[in-house]
Structure formats: structure tokens, C-alpha cells
């Protein structure tokens, strides 16, 4: 699997995000040294936060009329 990271995505994230990308990738790669089938639990909860949170985004913009 990879991965294309371009300009714009930085741009989007800032500073902080990309902190949090970076400590939040580092985090689960400690866990999945010692335990791999936990770090592929953890990554999947993080990935559904992440469309559930994407999810309520798109609805509360097309509430206000921005999507």
C-alpha cells in the first residue's frame, strides 16, 4: 500500500497536524513492536474515527450550505 502525500496536504494540516500524524503513526508502530494484531486493532478504530469525524464534518457544511 502507499501512500502519495503532495504539497497541499501539508498545506491543509499545518504544524500541528502534521505533529499529530507523525506521533499518531510512531504510537501504533511501538505498539505493533510488542503486539501487531492490537496495533492493527488501534489503527482500525483511528481510521473509523477519522470517517465518522469526516462524516459529521460534510454533514454539519451541508447543513450551512457550504457543501
Known amino acids: 500500500m502507499t501512500v502519495a502525500v503532495t504539497r497541499g496536504m501539508f ?3 499545518g504544524t ?3 505533529a499529530g500524524v507523525v506521533l ?3 504510537g501504533i508502530g511501538i505498539v505493533a513492536y510488542q503486539e501487531p494484531i492490537v496495533a492493527a486493532g488501534i489503527a482500525l478504530v483511528v481510521a473509523g474515527l ?3 469525524a469526516s ?3 460534510q454533514s454539519v457544511m451541508g447543513m450551512f ?3
Open 11 to 13: 498545506d491543509k494540516l
Open 16 to 18: 500541528k497536524g502534521i
Open 24 to 26: 499518531l503513526v510512531a
Open 50 to 52: 477519522g470517517l465518522v
Open 55 to 57: 462524516g459529521l464534518v
Open 65 to 67: 450550505g457550504m457543501a
